[in-house]
């Protein structure tokens, strides 16, 4: 019968008397090393990209990297030859080829990154621009949506209802 009384988290990551470390100590250092790759990943990256991915495992040479959205992923991709043969060189010999995934949730923390360093610089002009749809985009929705279905025509004049206001204040009752 397995010995269920509580224990102590210090007990169960920082045991060094027994022979097996556990394994939550395995996940511990898993989870160390981890963050030291991706400390590396960022002292290669370009500084625009490092809001934008991260470093998701390293499993069979094989180093699995997170981003945003499609846009930063094409631009990782250029970057992947570089970085490849620049880890190999400093930390990974054994490193066979870098696999990039999307992450939505690293749009939101991203996005929270620069708003903050925006915040902390005090530089306007360091913010993130609202995207705004010009008037001229605007008319070309409206005669979009007159030769359009039904309901596509409505989800167009909805969209073009939006010209000059910013994209993120949207109004869902109109």
């Not at 180093?63 to 620049?86: F, G």
């Not at 999307?102 to 902390?120: S, Y």
Request: some cysteine; charged content about 25%.
């Amino acid at each position: 019968m397995r010995d269920s009384r509580p224990q102590l988290l210090d007990s169960l990551f920082d045991d060094a008397h027994t022979e097996d470390k556990g394994p939550l100590y395995n996940v511990q250092q898993r989870a160390v090393a981890l963050l030291k790759l991706n400390r590396a990943v960022k002292g290669v990256l370009p500084v625009q990209l490092h809001p934008w991915c991260r470093v998701a495992n390293f499993r069979q040479g094989i180093l699995v990297l997170e981003t945003a959205n499609a846009s930063w992923m094409m631009r990782l991709r250029y970057e992947q030859p570089a970085l490849l043969s620049a880890l190999r060189a400093q930390i990974l010999p054994s490193l066979s080829s870098i696999d990039i995934r999307i992450n939505p949730a690293l749009m939101a923390k991203g996005n929270n990154l620069m708003q903050n360093a925006a915040k902390t610089t005090g530089n306007p002009q360091a913010k993130v621009p609202m995207r705004h749809l010009s008037q001229e985009s605007a008319e070309e929705l409206r005669g979009l949506a007159s030769r359009s279905p039904e309901k596509l025509r409505k989800i167009l004049e909805r969209l073009a209802s939006l010209a000059g206001e910013g994209a993120n204040a949207t109004s869902r009752d109109k």
